[in-house]
């Protein structure tokens, strides 16, 4: 009987089934619901902790970044203060001229738009300023010797002149004023108390800098106010918290600025008074100064940066206070405070969040914990099934498992997996055919898509086309009425100069619209060099005039430092090698925000000190080594960045510069100089500068004065014979301005047409002796007007010269195959229409043989001796000799030309030194001015 229970109760045992699924999900469960409940309890603990951490650090790096804004604002007022006392020394700025002072006041308050006035008192009282109101009107200010107790008040126009008076008021004696009276007492640049402009809503803040002469005597004092409001603009722009707040105080407690406040005033009775922090009607900025006056007694006391706790109504609050000073007097107090609930809110949520994180993740747990057992098992049954299918050998039969669950789904299972393998291989036939055919698909894509990207390269090259066409039209304009401006008779040198500068400024300009198209060139290997000869130091100066005044626009220095060695003339590619220069050092100019850019030109030779000679020309032709260096103080670049620079469309720096240009610039120079036969090297360091430069051999042209001058040194008036009649047509007015006031001071009988239908009505009235017509116009294209103009019998002979600002050359032939004798392009180049026109006209011209009222070449050979010895030249005296050697010694090229228009005011006798000294010295003749000015201090010796 007792064998009987035992075997009954094994086989009821064996008939138990075990669930693998529960096995799997209990565990699984216990442990995440662990690690949940313990991360939460941790959450929990270390987020109280850190609250003290991220209050710690958010006062530090806000009270760090008022302080850092604070030393920038403040220091706009001493910097212009400085400026003008330079300027004041240096004599550009002159009180005594009121209209030049005048003038040098109201360019600089345009660009300083944090200061609301700024001016000069003498040591006698006499006042001049110059005073923005809110409304953005500029007014002058100024007490004249005559009348010391009256203020005179002017208003100004836009171009800075002073127009009428607007009133005068009672004056108290400036020499009164805190910021006269502080200057003069500490002998420094100092601020002064704040105090409310008359007649405005604002405060500022007063900046004194006693002026004084060479014998240490006090000339007066300058003064420039900053607003106070920019600093509440500031303050309200942090971000701190949720309901943090900061503010500037004196250490008397009156409010600087805030972060809550517009202003630090109150006004009572139409009047302006300072509003003392404890006064305050913000409860945060009255509470959090009473705590530090309660705490150190008197705020005079915090003598560093201290970071406090204290409590209001119940609630902590974070508080940093730091004394903010600086050399010019300023004493005040920086202080941040942040509530704690702004922090506490979040944590309190989070701790709420933490709880019902914490069940959640029980219930989700238990649900993952089922369907992970689901997921484990349903493997582990596949397995043994094909366990036991290999075990048999017998892939096709099917397995038959009884008395345990798993095992019979095993079964199932392993039967459903032997019939989709081999479903599985009659799919895999079946992809392998589908494959060929997606390739084919895939194939003819690529090939429309290489259609669609030909396409796009021709839309690219129109859409360039067009641009420049476009570009080109309105520069034809520019550069017309430079040139003509350049002929005329009536402006002085300087104005001669200005137009030339246009000129130079233009020319560059349609050089940088060409740039664009010289990738295409580039790409398809086209580009040539076209080699002439030209005058080197008159290259390198107009090259230098460009890039100057992009330096003075940036406000950084740019320094032109020729070789004294260098040769007069040389034979090159002139316009590329201006392209590669001002691309050069348009980049040096770009990246650099201060310091400046310094354009260097070194004579370098082969090695042995022998110049270079040139097996296919003369031993009198020469070949230089000049070195071309551009150095700059900007952004630099990391070795990764140097490595990628001449790629195209690579740029470096922050976007805003890389939006300033195409990223083709340093690539086709680099095309270009390679042609050259030599290559652009580089030398950078990240945030200190970088140095490009690039070594060349140019041959010297001993007569490029004949082949480059010989049209600037004998002015065209007119020519010989009947008087030519010239029909020009273009459908823009300006381009026909240009051709017209180009030839009629010449003496042609120029008519105008505005389309081809026009120009053929005035063809058929009168008869012209040469027609100049465009070839894009409106009713009838000029390439319909020459055919039809050709088939006229009368007008076969006469010469048809097609205009267009088309760069295509293709439309240059069409043009000459239409019916055109020539083609000249625009923007439209004086001297090349003046040999067209003697070509086909076969014109004798007729020169002024007088003086040249042109800005002439200068002249770079002019010795010296010679020039002493051509007639009698007066020296000036000893001081102003010794002055012109120091500023020699130090190669002030433009120093040396200033002294040389002062000495041509002192005295008439020293005219003939001071022009032989200026013509020097615009040849940048370093060594040969030396020479000459140490001959004279010998004499006087």
């Given amino acids: 009987m007792p064998q009987t229970s035992a075997t009954t109760f094994l086989s009821n045992r064996s008939k138990k089934k075990v669930s693998l699924r529960l096995i799997l999900v209990l565990p699984f469960v216990v442990q995440i619901f662990a690690a949940v409940g313990l991360t939460g309890w941790l959450s929990l603990r270390n987020g109280q902790k850190a609250v003290n951490e991220v209050a710690s650090q958010l006062r530090s790096e806000i009270t760090a970044r008022i302080e850092q804004q604070l030393n920038t604002y403040l220091d706009t007022a001493p910097r ?69 107790t009256e203020l005179h008040i002017y208003e100004s ?171 010019r007097g300023l004493d005040w107090l920086i202080v941040v405070v942040v509530p704690e609930s702004d922090f506490m809110d979040q944590i309190n ?145 300087k104005e001669l100069q200005g137009i030339n500068i246009i000129h130079q400024c233009g020319s560059h300009l349609l050089t940088l619209i060409n740039d664009i198209l010289d990738l295409a060139k580039i790409e398809a290997q086209k580009l040539e060099l076209y080699a002439k000869d030209f005058n080197f130091p008159s290259f390198l100066q107009g090259v230098a005039e460009i890039c100057r005044i992009r330096a003075e626009q940036k406000g950084i220095a740019f320094v032109y430092q020729p070789s004294s060695e260098m040769p007069v003339g040389i034979q090159a590619d002139e316009k590329r090698l201006r392209q590669v220069l001002i691309n050069l050092l348009s980049n040096a100019i770009k990246f650099t925000d201060s310091g400046g850019v310094n354009f260097k030109i070194e004579y370098r030779d082969n090695g042995t000190g022998e110049k270079l000679q040139s097996y296919e020309q003369k031993p009198s032709s020469p070949i230089h080594k000049i070195r071309f260096q551009i150095e700059d103080t900007g952004v630099g670049m990391t070795p990764e960045q140097l490595e990628k620079i001449f790629l195209p469309f690579e740029q470096v720096g922050d976007s805003k510069r890389q939006a300033e240009g195409t990223g083709l610039g340093l690539t086709i120079s680099q095309k270009i100089v390679e042609m050259m036969g030599s290559t652009i090297q580089v030398k950078s360091q990240s945030g200190i500068g970088s140095v490009f430069w690039l070594d060349l051999d140019l041959r010297e042209a001993s007569d490029w004065a004949n082949t480059t001058t010989t049209a600037n040194q004998r002015k ?62 409106p009713v009838l294209d000029g390439f319909e007007m020459m055919r039809r103009i050709k088939n006229l019998s009368h007008y076969k002979d006469v010469a048809i010269i097609a205009s267009s600002a088309s760069v295509f050359a293709t439309d240059q032939h069409k043009s000459l195959e239409g019916g055109a004798n020539d083609f000249i392009g625009k923007p439209v180049q004086a001297e090349e229409l003046f040999d067209i026109l003697q070509k086909y006209l076969k014109l004798k011209w007729i020169y002024d043989e007088g003086k040249n009222e042109k800005i002439s070449p200068i002249p770079f050979s002019s010795d010296p001796q010679s020039l002493s010895e051509s007639k009698s030249v007066v020296a000036p005296p000893p001081g102003e000799i010794e002055l012109l050697f120091e500023l020699a010694m ?52």
């Fill in 157 to 327: 126009d836009s171009k800075g002149n002073q127009t009428k008076l607007l009133k005068i008021s009672p004056s108290n004696n400036i020499l009164n004023r805190s910021w006269y009276k502080d200057s003069v007492r500490y002998s420094r640049p100092t601020w002064s108390e704040i105090f409310s402009i008359t007649g405005q809503k604002t405060l500022s803040l007063p900046a004194g800098h006693p002026v004084y002469d060479e014998s240490g005597e006090l000339r007066g004092v300058l003064v420039a106010n900053f607003l106070i409001s920019f600093l509440s603009d500031f303050l309200q722009s942090l971000k701190i918290g949720r309901s943090g707040q900061t503010f500037i105080m004196e250490r008397s407690g009156l409010l600087v600025g805030s972060s809550t406040l517009k202003e630090a005033f109150i006004i009572k009775n139409g009047k302006l008074d300072r509003l003392n922090a404890l006064d305050s009607t913000d409860d945060l900025i009255r509470l959090t100064t009473a705590h530090l006056k309660e705490r150190f007694g008197n705020l005079t006391k915090i003598s560093k940066s201290q970071q406090i706790d204290f409590t209001i109504a119940g609630q902590r609050q974070f508080l940093q206070v730091m004394p903010f000073q600086d050399s």
């Fill in 890 to 941: 130090r190669g002030n090229v433009k120093g040396i030309v200033k002294r040389s228009e002062h000495l041509e005011k002192l005295d008439q006798k020293f005219v003939s030194f001071a022009v032989e000294l200026r013509q020097l010295a615009q040849g940048y003749q370093v060594k040969k001015i030396k020479e000459f000015i140490t001959s004279h201090r010998i004499e006087k010796e």
């Fill in 80 to 148: 212009v203060n400085q400026l003008n006392a330079n300027a004041l020394r240096l004599g550009y700025f002159k009180p005594d001229e009121l209209e030049s002072a005048e003038r040098y006041l109201w360019e600089q308050i345009q660009a300083f738009p944090s200061l609301p006035n700024m001016g000069f008192a003498t040591k006698s009282g006499e006042f001049i300023a110059i005073e923005r109101q809110e409304n953005g009107k500029l007014f002058f200010k100024r007490v004249d010797k005559e009348s010391r």
């Fill in 716 to 777: 065209l008036v007119g020519y010989q014979g009947r008087k030519q009649k010239v029909l020009v047509v273009d459908d823009k007015w300006e381009n026909l301005s240009v051709i017209v006031n180009l030839l009629e001071p010449l003496g042609f009988e120029v008519t105008e047409a505005k389309n081809g239908q026009e120009g053929l009505e005035k063809v058929e009235k009168f008869n012209f002796d040469l027609i100049i017509t465009d070839l894009v116009m």
């Fill in 349 to 493: 949520a989070n701790t709420q969040t933490t709880i019902l994180l914490c069940l959640g993740a029980l219930a989700l747990a238990t649900v993952l914990g089922i369907l992970t057992a689901r997921w484990i098992t349903s493997p582990i049954l596949r397995l043994s099934a094909a366990s036991r299918a290999i075990a048999s050998g017998d892939l096709k039969e099917n397995v038959q498992v009884k008395g345990i669950e798993e095992l019979e789904v095993l079964g199932q299972s392993f039967n459903l997996m032997a019939q989709q393998l081999r479903e599985s291989f009659e799919a895999l036939a079946k992809t392998n055919s589908e494959l060929e055919i997606r390739v084919e698909e895939r194939t003819a894509q690529l090939t429309e898509a290489k259609q669609l990207a030909d396409t796009a390269n021709q839309a690219k090259s129109e859409f360039l086309a067009n641009m420049s066409h476009e570009l080109r039209t309105p520069l034809n304009g520019i550069l017309g009425y430079a040139q003509i401006l350049e002929r005329s008779k009536t402006m002085d040198p």
